[in-house]
T-cell receptor, first 114, second 112 residues
Framework: DAGVTQSPTHLIKTRGQQVTLRCSPKSGHDTVSWYQQALGQGPQFIFQYYEEEERQRGNFPDRFSGHQFPNYSSELNVNALLLGDSALYLC?????????????FGSGTQLSVL | SQQGEEDPQALSIQEGENATMNCSYKTSINNLQWYRQNSGRGLVHLILIRSNEREKHSGRLRVTLDTSKKSSSLLITASRAADTASYFCATDRNNAGNMLTFGGGTRLMVKP
């Protein structure tokens, strides 16, 4: 049973560019959340997708957008990249079978903005 | 902003010793969870304690919750070198796993 998978593992972009990160949830999970983790800090909630719609959003600008597909996989898009967007981006999925309480995380995408 | 704050920020102990990490938070919660992260990669769920619970055990882990003080502690007994990792507390305010708010983490090093 594959866990949460994220691609790519590492990514280098320059300021002003756009990036798309991808996530496949754990089998049986229908909800995907995205978190940003800056170096030396805890993860911060970006948004969550359920039934192909954004259900909740954290304190992130509109440059951050997402999508969820019918197979529950998800994408995170960041436009007009800033140096401060450099971080580890984590995808997490959750299941109705345990009330969506527990998150299963992927290994993340390390984004470097130069 | 981060809801929880862990204390200490870093902890170094010898194998076999116990490790205690503390977490404080600001608002009311429905549950509090602890996660572990190895080498800056994915987080792994360790244990969840609900707001109406005071203590919970899972293997070598013991978690306590004091809602009056808005604080929690994680105790790892008989630590092993493999326990070396960062540990984060996360609070869930609406009990649906919708939006976990993480603290800054405690970096634990267990020396063999």
């Amino acid at each position: 049973d594959a866990g949460v998978t994220q691609s790519p593992t590492h990514l280098i972009k320059t300021r002003g560019q756009q990036v798309t990160l991808r996530c496949s949830p754990k089998s049986g999970h229908d909800t995907v959340s995205w978190y940003q983790q800056a170096l030396g800090q805890g993860p911060q909630f970006i948004f969550q997708y359920y039934e192909e719609e954004e259900r909740q959003r954290g304190n992130f600008p509109d440059r951050f957008s997402g999508h969820q597909f019918p197979n529950y996989s998800s994408e995170l898009n960041v436009n007009a990249l800033l140096l401060g967007d450099s971080a580890l981006y984590l995808c997490a999925s959750s299941s109705p079978w345990d009330g969506y309480e527990k998150l299963f995380f992927g290994s993340g995408t390390q984004l470097s903005v130069l | 902003s981060q809801q929880g704050e862990e204390d200490p920020q870093a902890l170094s102990i010898q194998e076999g010793e116990n490790a205690t990490m503390n977490c404080s938070y600001k608002t009311s919660i429905n549950n509090l969870q602890w996660y572990r992260q190895n080498s800056g990669r994915g987080l792994v769920h360790l244990i969840l304690i609900r707001s109406n619970e005071r203590e919970k055990h899972s293997g070598r882990l013991r978690v306590t919750l004091d809602t009056s003080k808005k604080s929690s502690s994680l105790l790892i007994t008989a630590s092993r070198a493999a326990d070396t990792a960062s540990y984060f507390c996360a609070t869930d305010r609406n009990n649906a796993g919708n939006m976990l708010t993480f603290g800054g983490g405690t970096r634990l090093m267990v020396k063999p």
